[in-house]
């Protein structure tokens, strides 16, 4: 089978292509690198030969995108300029790769006889409404124009299917982890960042309180849903589900699992809130089990514990490596 993959050379992208690579599939990568990395898809090309292809290119030209979808059967679309604090600081931008991309894509998928679309929405849709667990069938309540967008991405996939017969599935991610996520970008998680932070003896910097909590994903589960609803039943085209693990954790609780995996504490550094944060978050994973067979395989303490080690054997020259001088060796 063929894929596309937008936005490949990401965080979640890449983590995709390589894993459809190790299956056997054939991968073709949409990037422009804006916010993806290079060294993401390292190696691919000379391991893999003609199943792995790479157009550097943007959402937002349609021709690229049409070129891109020429005799795909599946796409993943994880491609968008990602962040809430980004989208806020710049809405035009992000509306544009999120929104205007997302219907170049849809076109171009519907025009070149794509199977299916499987999109990557954002639990932030939900925005800072108390009720918990969320439910794809409660109102969303977006807070920022991050989430304004990925929700009207939903919708469009939605009515694409509806009009056009192009099946589509929206998942909805609560806070995705794990390897190849940059902790030195200006938006990076929390995750990265906390363990970077300790790592190197730095105060992770905590927003608010730390004590709102979140449904964080490991990466290998988010894998799982994207395959799972390539080939999930008919049923399952049109609809939203939740992509998560239904468990919560408080950015503290997390800081001290990191302490612990570390070996040492690091005082945080508190700072506001920060504009479009939501306080809590909990997935209702149940539709997901139902729709397209979801079964989460990687709880957080173990995904965390993986993530923890990536981020150590990373080179890195702010970090000393264990039992050495300063540096660490991947």
């Not at 504490?265 to 997935?283: C, H, I, N, Q, T």
Request: aromatic share 8%; hydrophobic share 40%.
């Amino acid at each position: 089978m063929k894929y596309l993959v937008t936005g490949g050379a990401g965080f979640v992208g890449s983590n995709l292509t390589r894993a459809l690579l190790a299956s056997g599939q054939s991968v073709r990568v949409l990037d422009n690198f804006l916010t993806g990395k290079r060294e993401n898809l390292a190696g691919l090309a000379e391991a893999h030969g003609d199943a792995f292809e790479l157009n550097e290119g943007d959402l937002r030209d349609l021709e690229t995108v049409r070129e891109s979808a020429k005799g795909i059967e599946f796409v993943l679309h994880q491609g968008a300029l990602p962040s809430v604090p980004r989208s806020v600081a710049d809405p035009i931008l992000s509306n544009g790769i999120n929104v205007a991309g997302t219907v170049n894509l849809l076109v171009a998928a519907r025009d070149a006889g794509v199977r299916r679309v499987v999109y990557a929405a954002s639990s932030s849709v939900y925005g800072d409404t108390p009720q918990l667990p969320k439910r794809a069938s409660m109102t969303p309540t977006p807070k920022s124009p991050y989430a304004a967008q990925k929700l009207m991405g939903e919708y469009y996939l939605r009515i694409f299917y509806e009009i056009y017969g192009l099946e589509t599935v929206s998942l909805r991610y609560f806070n995705v982890f794990g390897p190849r996520q940059d902790p030195q970008s200006t938006y990076a998680a929390v995750i990265p960042r906390f363990i970077t932070s300790v790592l190197r003896g730095v105060p992770p910097t905590v927003y608010g309180d730390g004590l709102q909590t979140r449904d964080f994903t490991y990466i290998d589960n988010v894998i799982q849903a994207n395959l799972a609803a390539c080939l999930a039943p008919k049923t399952a085209c049109g609809k939203v589900v939740n992509i998560a693990c239904g468990e919560r954790v408080s950015l503290l609780d997390i800081l001290e699992i990191v302490y612990g995996l570390a070996g040492k504490r690091v005082s945080p550094k508190f700072e506001p809130a920060r504009v479009g944060d939501v306080r809590d978050s909990l997935a209702d994973i149940s539709v997901a089990r139902d729709l397209i067979g979801y079964d989460p395989k990687v709880p957080f303490p173990e995904g965390l514990a993986k993530t923890f080690d990536w981020l150590r054997s990373t080179p890195d020259p702010d970090v000393p490596a264990a039992g050495s001088g300063k540096g660490r060796s991947a």
